[in-house]
């Protein structure tokens, strides 16, 4: 099963990875429009800082536990990712959390969702500030589980208040 469970994570990564090399001409040079995230991480793409926002939307409403939030949160970034070309796998792994409303299982969707969203910032170009990708080894029963985040403080969506503190930084996406 965990096999299994593993090609189906490499797969959605290759696809959405796959997407920021079709994705030529999604970038929005109009200063208006390029994205400021909390700590003044900037991406020019409009439709990744969308993504972007989005995901860390539902990443703070399950840090709160808050699966009523968590639901829209996954719906809108669910629509985001369905509209960015490579990237509707992720958009159903989002549905399946938006459809869910059990925290435990939006957290363990969470995990899957997590993996491609941070390989699909890893491939994007940071104009400034950083991301930054957190690890908790306790997730998943101990399987561990990563989010991206745009703080360096730890804030764990896979815990919320009962271990909001658990994880570490484990890389950071800067600006080039």
């Excluded at 995230?37 to 808050?66: C, F, G, M």
């Excluded at 490579?86 to 409303?101: L, R």
């Excluded at 104009?127 to 745009?150: F, I, R």
Aim: aromatic share 6%; hydrophobic share 40%; proline share 2%.
């Amino acid at each position: 099963m965990k096999k299994i469970f593993g090609i189906a994570i490499l797969a959605t990564l290759l696809a959405c990875n796959q997407a920021e090399k079709k994705a030529t001409g999604d970038k929005d040079t109009s200063q208006n429009n390029a994205a400021k995230v909390s700590n003044e991480v900037k991406i020019n793409d409009v439709k990744k800082s969308e993504i972007l926002n989005q995901y860390v939307d539902l990443k703070n409403a399950l840090v709160a536990s808050d699966s009523a939030v968590g639901q829209k949160s996954a719906k809108a970034l669910e629509k985001s990712l369905a509209n960015y070309a490579g990237c509707e796998p992720t958009a159903e792994i989002a549905a399946k959390i938006a459809s869910a409303t059990d925290l435990a299982i939006q957290r363990k969707n969470f995990t899957v969702l997590s993996a491609d969203i941070i390989a699909l910032f890893k491939s994007t170009e940071i104009e400034s500030g950083t991301l930054y990708v957190q690890h908790c080894p306790m997730a998943n029963k101990g399987d561990g589980g990563d989010w991206l985040s745009k703080e360096k403080e730890i804030k764990n969506p896979y815990y919320g208040n009962e271990m909001l503190e658990c994880g570490r930084v484990t890389e950071e996406i800067k600006s080039k």
